[in-house]
């Protein structure tokens, strides 16, 4: 699919749902992506991007940033303490705040650089325990800690599990982030990223359906 036929159905979701159309942006998800790609888009005029690794996105990004202006970036991949710094230089948000130790390292830093990406919860809502995020019974006090060192947090993030009705769990990222008076919700793939945009997405993050497969080297 192209990119404006994607564009397209969201809004075409957003109408059917009653939703204001408009209220879901796109994040295409660039990660492993030849650079030629992630150029094209770029050539189409699409300026929000998703990245899940911060050594790959900082391999491309500040030279792309410098070619096209209004770059977004989302880091939307799981966030190393020792590496929080860089994120916080490359990224204009950063998803998947997920433990403690890292809202701590985030405050500190925030403080020291004078300067702060939105910031996204990661919820595990299908509690994998393969996969990162606060488990949806933690997320309140998790929220509550964040926003005791002084973080704003922006929206939730999740990733569902790939065996179950993702509109179930967008459904509960949902009602997590309304009792913590929180806007954003990042949800929604290639795969169902309609369903996100009915369970009220205000971001979705889409790779291959924009980009085609992704080829690991
Ligand atoms: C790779 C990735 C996506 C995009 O996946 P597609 O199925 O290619 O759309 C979305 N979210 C996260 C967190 C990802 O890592």
């Known amino acids: 699919m192209s990119l404006s036929d994607i564009l397209q159905t969201i809004r075409d979701e957003e109408a059917r749902v009653g939703r204001d159309v408009g209220a879901t942006r796109l994040i295409a998800v660039s990660k492993v992506q030849p650079l030629e790609r992630v150029v094209a888009v770029l050539e189409e005029g699409h300026r929000l991007f998703g990245e899940n690794k911060v050594q790959e996105a900082a391999g491309k990004w500040p030279d ?10 989302h880091l939307i991949g799981p966030l190393q303490t020792n590496k929080a710094r860089q994120a916080m230089e490359l990224f204009d948000a950063i998803e998947t705040v997920d433990r403690p130790k890292l809202a701590r390292t985030i405050a ?5 650089l004078g300067q702060c990406p939105k910031l996204f919860v990661q919820v595990n809502t299908g509690e994998e325990d393969q996969k990162a995020g606060v488990l949806p019974t933690e997320a309140d006090a998790f929220i509550a800690e964040c926003r005791d060192l002084g973080l704003t947090i922006d929206g939730l993030m999740c990733i569902p ?7 179930l ?23 169902d990223y309609e369903k996100a ?6 971001y979705v993050r889409v790779g291959s359906a924009i980009f085609g497969e992704r080829v690991y080297g």
């Open 64 to 73: 792309l940033r410098a070619r096209y202006e209004g770059v977004q970036l």
């Open 108 to 112: 500190r830093l925030a403080d020291e």
């Open 161 to 167: 599990p790939v065996d179950e009705e993702p509109s």
């Open 169 to 191: 769990h967008f459904a509960l990222l949902a009602r997590i982030a309304k009792r913590n008076g929180i806007d954003e919700l990042s949800m929604g793939m290639s795969g």
């Open 197 to 202: 945009v009915a369970q009220g997405a205000t």
